[in-house]
């Protein structure tokens, strides 16, 4: 089976700084990545993924993610925070394992990132 | 588009009673999965319905059970409520075929058993 790991349970980081939450995950098959934020009291927002192609993906709000195979990893960066970055991240992978088609998403533990002034 | 809308948003049980649970798919998808997320934990799988049956089942007892309605919305019914089981609840909605396909997630029925 499937499963991530995110080896940070929380990240404090100060405002402008560059942050990197790491994930790395176990599979012996062709994967899909996906990171997701969560705010205080909300659901999840996906915040990027990885399905193929070029290795380094990246999101609209500045982070990106990158994706290696050879050390089964998709870190998740950004080179400055703002205070509203703050919030759990979790790192998930697309996982089918009685091939019906369907997908589910199994989710790391999550890293809460903390951006103070 | 409404997106994916969960109701209720909070809710009080006592342990033994049942619960249910209710999701609306955001417009045009089909599938809806619903996922247990325990306090500084990441979401759970708990099942998939596509074409109002149940697809994918995580590793939770019978006690958890669901439905699809014809118009897409979903059900998710907990039987014989433990403490334990207090959480957010998550449904999420996405086109059915792919393991690329992106879910979208509500915002969560928080749960508290007492």
Known sequence: ?117 | DAGVTQSPTHLIKTRGQQVTLRCSPKSGHDTVSWYQQALGQGPQFIFQYYEEEERQRGNFPDRFSGHQFPNYSSELNVNALLLGDSALYLCASSLPRGLNTEAFFGQGTRLTVV
Not at chain 1, 59 to 65: D, Q, R, T, V
Not at chain 1, 90 to 96: M, N
């Open chain 1, 1 to 117: 089976a499937q499963s991530v790991t995110q080896l940070d349970s929380q990240v404090p980081v100060f405002e402008e700084a560059p942050v990197e939450l790491r994930c790395n995950y176990s599979s012996s098959v062709s994967v899909y990545l996906f990171w997701y934020v969560q705010y205080p009291n909300q659901g999840l927002q996906l915040l990027l993924k990885y399905l193929s192609g070029s290795t380094l993906v990246e999101s609209i709000n500045g982070f990106e993610a990158e994706f290696n195979k050879s050390q089964t990893s998709f870190h998740l960066r950004k080179p400055s925070v703002h205070i509203s970055d703050t919030a759990e991240y979790f790192c998930a992978v697309s996982q089918d394992p009685m091939n019906t088609g369907f997908q589910k998403l199994v989710f790391g533990t999550g890293t809460r990132l903390l951006v103070s002034p």
